[in-house]
């Protein structure tokens, strides 16, 4: 028998940046919330200290700052015929748990997303006919447009403190930027990060080739920045400590360094840690949520009452607990119907390894310190001529030097002994790689649903998930990769090692923590889980954050797009408190 | 001299006093309790009283050494280190048995006033009624009205942890006799109502010197010194009088109003204690009564420079290289800081203190700006106790306190091994 907690106004499933900005946004609005996070409290100092985070061994090689799949997993297979086995090790993508979540380890690229990628069903129709568009490939609007969510896309960079450079201002092109993003109202808050010798290399080497290259936006500050909460943030000391780390300088983004110690000194908020959420609970009709249940750390089922619940987990977390929970109906992947586990998509990435002769110190990094060009995104190109939907960036990232994992060797050096060390030795200061960042599109074929064998700790179905990457995704991928290897080519003196992506997908090898879907935003009932303010179809006071709800997947890092969508969400909600019921009717 | 000797001595030399004087007499003001009166006021009723008394009860941040750390608020019982035995604070809140229930308007005032309790026992001048005495008894009247309205809370006063005779509060008739002059404040009429207001704050309820003045070795201060910078717990409060190098000389009233009212200014970033007073204390205050404590500080004068020796070279370029590994990313190339986030330690009295002993307790166990209504992000410092040796710590302060300009005493290692041991044993 469940213990039962007093009531709030508000619960959170989750706190990392999602639920960080919801939880501002509505303790603003006057009503108590409530965060339940599954991992532990963390804090720039003592947890991210520079006096023992830059351990390659502890955090990036054993994961000590990510979820533990021995508590949490999921189980996996490529296709519908295959049996689906349980992920004992984390690989191709790193979920958080812990307060701030990912938001705590990302590198920081902050990226907005194209006006066509918010319309990219009807836009590539218009432009390509409906042909075009492969027959089990479920492409769809996302039921909002980027001019509705640019003011949305402006504070979250705001409050992140992004350095980078507008590349269009109101319909203005500025010099120095991305001459291909959509229309902003104004620039960045912060200059470009200070450039590093390789991402100098690739800007020369992509302008020579006939390319716009621009520096990429970084929620590493390359300022002391104060954000418009007061929240004081360090300047990024290049010490390439970001992806799978916490930042110890105050320079990275994150819950902890932007919207914390504003939102912990509010009366009206409040979190636990050590809760993991096993239910979303709702009355006899099922249209109502009446809060959720979850597990703390003895092993107790707590019942938390609530007025309005909003799922601010990972994106497969989000939708594992709506299928726990039986709300909206699962997806069957046979007749192509239901919407709970449908559209789940991912990225796809390649790179080109550089070998040439300036020394370049990769050491001096930081995790959104890159040059890229956005010639081959969304569709910023003609693809009538390729046959495949979506595209990608080509960046050089220099996000540091980690001795165990971030070196790059020639394809003939030894894997091990002394010939391992020589190339190491003739290599680590002068190597460099340029990396592809594509999109990956939603299929019938790809989708979440509950694993008919596997349990969790907590004795709940795991979640299953069904992906492999499709024709359309490796012919666009090879694509990008030709691009890259032509500008690897054009640096002096390079020989270049050309790592295109193969299929089928393995999720061993880590490529991106990019996972989205699964519980998708729209216009239709039929073919979203979400309306376009994030609200559940099936039960109102139910709101889903995060990259689950994006309906396919796109060519940039997810963070900036989530982050703008729980902006839009958030406004959204504060008109549901003054008149509660669904925003969209259909 | 090590911290242990100079408790061994301090007490060696009460116990003499202790002996020598046993029939000390002191007279008492018996024309205080009205006698002064500052500025005109409305007579205000309960409730301009009690919120009257609650901002007092901030300015003198009373909440600070009567709240346990994770007790309630102002139940007392919070251990307050003396060079002397621990000192355990007393409740006051209004419960009738353990707190100040039952004390009387006049029972309180002589408590402020002249640091007698109810029972008729002296009390240890870790109250600091020595700076009380000066208040108003308006104003010690609105603080108790303040203290009624709390929520009675029951927690027996824990006796104190202080060695034979210490222990013997008689003995404090006698210190009050020696060090002790009651007397409501007096306003001096060469000077402004504004700098008046100033010195009634800091020589008063702010008593600033309790922790910024210097102590003789019977752990008194002198009322009539500047503050010119003294020992708070295991930290060092720097000077507040005028000297450029290890005061306020070059600060301006604007920067001592943002410290206070905020935590941090361009020249420095509260940290330990003071983080601690800003957090519960001056950041309440109004902007008026800053302005005067601003004004009443800068008009302290210099006081003589100390000479400083200067310090060899290769203890120097030993603490350059360490200030490059461990403190450059933040702190920058020439001292300068980040404005807003980490503080500059370039022309930082601070650093240059007569003492190291706060920048040696922060380089080995961190510090933490306070968190403030105007400025929420208390941004954090870790310790490097784990990482630096006692030689490479006062290397390291060496080179901080005589880089870019700085000047200051050396830091011998021996020094960190006592500090480092003292404070390993702090709670």
């Known amino acids: 028998m469940a213990r039962r907690m007093p009531p709030v106004d508000v619960v959170l499933v989750g706190f990392g940046w999602t639920a960080s900005i919801i939880a501002q946004e509505l303790t603003d609005a006057g009503v108590q919330v409530l965060a339940l996070e599954r991992g532990a409290w963390r804090d720039t100092v003592p947890d991210f200290a520079t006096d023992h985070i830059q351990d390659e061994l502890r955090y990036a090689v054993r994961k000590q700052i990510f979820e533990s799949p021995e508590r949490e997993t999921l189980t996996f297979r490529n296709n519908a015929s295959q049996t689906a086995l349980p992920m004992r090790h984390l690989g191709s993508f790193m979920p958080a748990a812990g307060v701030g979540g990912a938001g705590v380890h990302w590198n920081g690229q902050c990226w907005r997303f194209l006006p066509q990628d918010f319309v990219i069903r009807s836009h590539t129709e218009q432009r390509y006919g409906k042909g075009f568009i492969p027959a089990d490939m479920n492409l769809q609007d996302w039921g909002v447009t980027y001019e509705e969510l640019e003011p949305h896309y402006d504070r979250f960079e705001y409050l992140c403190g992004i350095s980078g450079q507008a590349g269009n201002v109101n319909g203005q092109l500025v010099a120095g930027g991305n001459p291909f993003e959509g229309p902003r109202k104004r620039g960045y808050p912060l200059p470009p990060l200070e450039r590093s010798a390789s991402t100098v290399l690739f800007d020369k080497a992509a302008r020579e080739v006939g390319f716009n290259p621009f520096p990429c936006p970084a929620a590493n500050a390359s300022r002391p920045y104060r954000n418009p909460l007061g929240v004081q943030m360090g300047q990024c000391t290049y010490c390439g400590y970001c992806e799978w780390f916490g930042c110890g300088n105050y320079s990275k983004a994150s819950p902890q360094t932007t919207i914390l110690p504003v939102l912990l000194r509010k009366d009206n908020f409040h979190f636990r840690t050590h809760c993991n959420v096993t239910r979303v609970n709702t009355d006899s009709t099922g249209k109502r949520a009446t809060g959720v249940t979850y597990v703390d750390v003895e092993g107790n089922q707590i019942e938390q009452p609530a007025q309005m619940v909003v799922l601010c987990a990972f994106a497969q977390h989000n939708v594992h607990l709506l299928l726990l929970s039986k709300i909206g109906q699962p997806y069957d992947p046979v007749s192509n119907t239901g919407v709970v586990g449908r559209n789940y998509a991912y990225q796809i990435t390649s790179s080109v390894d550089v070998f040439q002769k300036e020394r370049l110190n990769p050491f001096m990094g930081a995790g959104a310190l890159g040059q890229a060009i956005d010639e081959f995104n969304g569709d910023n190109f003609d693809h009538g001529p390729h046959g495949f939907v979506g595209g990608g960036y080509i960046a050089l990232w220099n996000t540091g030097g980690r001795p165990i994992l971030q070196h790059y060797l020639p394809q003939d050096a030894p894997k091990w002994g002394a010939g391992w060390k020589k190339a190491m030795h003739e290599n680590y200061l002068t190597a460099c790689s340029i990396a592809t960042h594509g999109s990956v599109m939603s299929y019938r074929t790809s989708y979440l649903d509950l694993d008919p064998t596997w349990r969790d700790v907590y004795g709940n179905p795991l979640l299953r998930l069904t992906f492999d990457f499709q024709p359309n995704e490796l012919k666009m991928s090879g694509f990008l990769t030709d691009k890259a290897a032509q500008i690897g080519r054009a640096i002096p003196g390079a020989s270049i090692h050309e790592k295109k992506r193969q299929g089928p997908y393995s999720i061993v090898p880590y490529q991106t923590t990019h996972n989205t879907g699964g519980a998708v935003m729209g216009d239709d009932p039929k073919t979203s889980v979400v309306n376009r303010y994030l609200q559940s179809w099936d039960v109102p006071n139910l709101w889903v954050m995060g990259a689950s709800v994006f309906p396919q997947n796109a060519g940039y890092n997810p963070t900036g797009t989530v982050g703008a969508l729980t902006y839009w969400s958030a406004e959204a909600m504060k008109r549901y408190l003054k008149n509660p019921g669904p925003l969209v009717t259909t | ?427």
């Open chain 2, 1 to 427: 001299m090590g911290a242990a000797l100079r408790k061994a001595l301090a007490l060696a030399s009460l116990l003499l006093l202790a002996l020598l004087c046993t029939a000390c007499s002191h007279d008492r003001d018996p024309a205080a309790p009205s006698a002064v009166k500052l500025g005109e006021r409305m007579s205000p009723g309960p409730w301009g009283q009690i919120s009257r008394g609650r901002y007092l009860v901030r300015a003198g941040d009373c909440e600070a050494c009567h709240t346990a750390p994770n007790g309630a608020p102002f139940a007392g019982d919070r251990a307050i280190p003396t060079p002397f035995g621990t000192i355990y604070s007393s409740n006051i809140t209004p419960d009738p048995e353990t707190g100040i229930g039952n004390w009387t308007d006049e029972d309180f005032y002589r408590a402020m006033h002249e640091g007698i309790d109810r029972e008729g026992d002296h009390l240890y001048p870790a109250f600091p009624y020595p700076w009380y005495t000066k208040l108003s008894r308006d104003d010690v009247l609105s603080i108790k009205a303040y203290l009624d309205t709390l929520t009675p809370v029951r927690q027996v006063h824990r006796h104190n942890e202080l060695p034979w005779p210490l222990d013997q509060r008689g003995l404090m008739a006698m210190w009050d006799g020696m060090y002790f002059q009651d007397g409501t404040y007096q306003p001096d009429p060469k000077r402004s109502a504004q700098w008046n207001r100033g010195a009634y704050l800091v020589k008063g309820l702010g008593h600033c010197s309790a922790c910024h003045g210097d102590k003789n070795f019977a752990g008194a201060t002198d009322m009539d010194d500047p503050p010119t910078g003294g020992y708070a717990e295991n930290a060092y409060a720097p000077s507040l009088a005028g000297g450029v190098r290890d005061g306020l000389g070059s600060w301006t009233e604007q920067d001592i109003v943002q410290y206070l009212g905020t935590g941090r200014n361009s020249r420095t970033s509260a940290a330990g204690p003071m983080a601690e007073v800003v957090e519960q204390s001056t950041q309440y205050l109004s902007k008026p009564d800053l302005e005067a404590i601003a004004v009443y500080l800068k008009s302290l004068p210099a006081p003589k420079d100390a000479s400083v020796a200067t310090v060899d070279k290769d203890t120097l370029d030993r603490g350059a290289a360490l200030y490059v590994d461990n403190c450059e990313a933040c702190h920058l190339k020439q001292g300068q800081g980040e404005i807003g986030a980490f503080p500059p330690l370039r022309q930082s009295s601070a650093v240059q203190a007569n003492s190291a002993d706060t920048l040696i307790g922060v380089i080995l166990d961190g510090a933490r700006i306070p968190q403030t209504t105007a400025e929420p992000t208390g941004l954090a410092m870790q310790g490097f106790a784990d990482h630096l040796s006692d030689a490479q710590i006062a290397d390291l302060n060496t080179y901080i306190r005589n880089a870019w300009g700085n000047h200051a005493e050396a830091v011998e290692a021996d020094h960190v091994a006592d500090l480092r041991e003292t404070l390993r044993k702090s709670p």
